[in-house]
């Protein structure tokens, strides 16, 4: 019996084309709830309202459709029972919370510049590992110099994308690395909703169990955060305002083709696209529907070229495409 793989493989392009475009629309949720944050004053108010309105699409998705019903009900009790799972596959949810509770946190310590590149900085670096690891669904990947290079490089773009934005002042080196630790997590989260779409058959079971996770502890921060004396404005009805609501809907889309192309993209690949995408999305946003005192600056221009083209050197495939064994 062959022993542990390595494999050197050409991503699909239909896989790599989804994945940049799911960045893309990661840029509404962004958008969407940044303008709820203010509307509310609290951003981890701001994220239980996106979960649930989330956890309820997708309770309404499980609900309707037999397969994944079939998968919650059937596929995740038996692949426990049989070790195909384990307990801590379904702990994805808690990388959501992370990215939430960091971006609530640090975002007013260390500004939107620094988190966006420290975040980048933990994805990459951890999918690198998950991916060497075969932590995903995918198998082990080798990390070649090229991969290398395409994640620090995307990284750099990022932070030459919004270095035109950073804030002066003395740097809260604490908060730098809560942000690096919660990208990690996430590239984490990517691997273990993966796994757990492959083995049941069907991605929705992973992202439900996964918004479930994340509300409940976004729900005991925004406990403890009452009360120590914080106080918030109640949002608006999603009726009045409905494009301030639409970071859950965005959220679902995001989590469950995340846990269906991990395998054929791998973790950094798949973080690599997505960020590729996130950083066009928000130039198209910056230059169609721009926020007051918002200017499109060359920096973010040129951030974009880099990052496409790191990403782009990533995704070519090797001179000899093969699976090696151990």
Known sequence: MAGSSVQHLHPPLWAMVLAFTVGITSVVQARSNGELA???????????????????????????????????????????????????????????????????????????AVFTVSYVAGVTGMSLLVDRWGFGPGGARAVSRRRVLSAVGTTL??????????????????????????GAVVATQLALNGTVAQRTGDPMPAALINFMLALVLLLIGLGIEHLVGHRWAPPPAPWDQPLLWLGGVTGVLYITVAAVLVKPLGVLLF?????????TGSLLSDLLLPTPGTVVSWQL??????????????????????????
């Open 38 to 112: 203010i509307a509310t004053g609290d951003g981890l108010l701001t994220g239980v309202l996106s979960l649930a309105t989330g956890l309820v699409i997708l309770v309404v998705i499980v609900a309707a459709r037999g397969s994944s019903r079939r998968a919650l009900i059937r596929e995740v009790p038996a692949a426990l029972r049989d070790g195909r799972l384990r307990w801590w596959h379904f702990l994805g949810g808690v990388g959501g919370a992370c990215y939430i509770g960091s971006q609530a946190v640090t975002v007013p310590l260390v500004g939107v």
């Open 157 to 182: 773009a990022v932070g030459l994308a919004v270095s035109g934005r950073l804030l002066s002042g003395d740097l809260v080196w604490w908060a730098v690395g809560a942000v690096l630790l919660a």
């Open 271 to 279: 973080g690599l696209l997505t960020i590729a995408g996130q950083l």
């Open 301 to 326: 221009i040129a951030g974009v070229l880099l990052a496409g083209a790191a990403i782009g050197w990533a995704a070519l495939p090797p001179r000899r495409a093969r699976v090696t064994t151990a």
